[in-house]
């Protein structure tokens, strides 16, 4: 069993990061976001609750995504461990995970945090905006998305780090390099 949060701005790489961890630990790769943009594209319920908060670069209500992470986790695949990426992003959810953790009987084992200075997320963000079209990947909405984060999700870090959970990577670089950062510090755990 391996649990993993993945931290870190928008538009720092996690997403593919994320993919990388989980085929390697093999377990699922949780994205609150992919959940949504999904479930947008399938016309659903959910999506249309989720749609306008996201076109905003705002989060999404607790009320909608609370339920959502803890419906995914108890789903079979993720019994053997998932990594989350892009949840908790506030220290309220943080404190819902700790609780759906405790009713699955499931220790958090490492939240990695990458770490990307401003001008560079903001660059990879225009690019990813010219690769793949996300609405919410316009520079108003970016720059949002980003003061959303330093205010709300980065002081989560100390949460984590407060319980020693909190492990700090490298996010400047090629994939591969920050890859090759992140499998060092699953070295270390698993050493
Ligand atoms: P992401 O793919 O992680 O960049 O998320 C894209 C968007 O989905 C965010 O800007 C939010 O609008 C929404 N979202 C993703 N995860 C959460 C979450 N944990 N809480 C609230 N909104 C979220």
């Keep these: 069993m391996t649990t993993v949060i993945l931290l870190g701005p928008p538009g720092a790489g996690k997403g593919t990061q994320a993919s990388r961890i989980a085929q390697r630990l093999g377990i699922p790769a949780i994205s609150t976001g992919e959940i949504f943009r999904a479930n947008i594209s399938e016309g659903t319920e959910l999506g249309r609750r989720a749609q306008a908060f996201m076109d905003r670069g705002e989060f999404v209500p607790d009320s909608v995504t609370n339920p959502m992470v803890k ?3 108890q789903a079979p695949d993720a019994a053997e461990g998932f990594l989350l990426d892009g949840y908790p992003r506030t220290l309220d959810q943080a404190h819902v995970l ?66 020693d959970l909190l492990a700090v990577v490298d996010g400047t670089g090629t994939i591969d390099e920050v890859t090759a950062r992140i499998f060092a510090v699953f070295d270390a755990v698993e050493a």
């Design 71 to 73: 419906a995914r986790l």
């Design 98 to 163: 700790r609780d759906i953790l405790a009713d699955l009987g499931v220790d958090l084992d490492v939240v990695l945090e990458i770490e990307v200075d401003e001008d560079e997320v903001v660059s990879r963000m225009l690019k990813r905006a010219q690769e793949q079209h996300r609405a919410d990947d316009t520079e108003p909405v970016m720059r949002h998305r980003l003061e959303v984060y330093h205010a709300q999700t980065e002081p989560m870090a100390t949460y984590y780090a407060d319980q």
